[in-house]
């Protein structure tokens, strides 16, 4: 949904409906469910209605309409990538292997890649459906003194 200038939600809400000069998304948390955040910063003049609106209607699209085959395959390329290259330190192979070791089973960081690999287009879709719902939603909004 987020992590550049193609991800889905800054394609769609800052380069096309120009409601946002930035928007993010990330999760909080590791082994339990946790946290996801959408956070951006409105284009003067919007009013946070309409975007939290506009917010809105891409989690809708995500629990509504497959992603593409490209899309998923763009995000499990970075995924490949970023782990590569954190794999690269010995500091970061020594914290992956702690962590797994953590969940109970250390050899768990062998098939990491495997199971992003595994991931399709419907599990985005169900996962969407189970994630983005009213009542796991909380929104905050922040104003400027200015």
């Known amino acids: 949904m987020s992590g550049g200038g193609s991800s889905r939600l800054y394609h769609s809400l800052v380069k096309e409906k120009k409601l946002f000069s930035n928007i993010e998304c990330y999760h909080f948390g590791s082994?339990?469910?946790?946290?996801?955040?959408?956070?951006?910063?409105?284009?003067?003049?919007?009013?946070?209605?309409?975007?939290?609106?506009?917010?809105?209607?891409?989690?809708?699209?995500?629990?509504?309409e497959l992603v593409s085959e490209t899309e998923l395959q763009k995000v499990k390329n970075k995924t490949e990538s970023t782990i590569a290259f954190e794999d690269m330190s010995v500091m970061n192979r020594a914290n992956s292997l702690a962590f797994y070791e953590l969940l109970g089973d250390a050899e768990?960081?062998?098939?990491?890649?495997?199971?992003y690999a595994a991931v399709t287009t419907e599990d985005i879709l169900n996962e969407s459906r189970?994630?983005?719902?009213?009542?796991?939603s909380s929104t905050l909004y922040y104003y400027s003194n200015n």
């Open 31 to 64: 082994i339990d469910d946790g946290l996801l955040a959408i956070e951006g910063k409105l284009v003067k003049g919007i009013k946070m209605e309409d975007a939290e609106k506009a917010v809105d209607e891409e989690l809708e699209k995500m629990k509504k």
């Open 108 to 115: 768990l960081m062998n098939s990491e890649l495997e199971k």
């Open 130 to 136: 189970n994630i983005f719902r009213e009542e796991n």
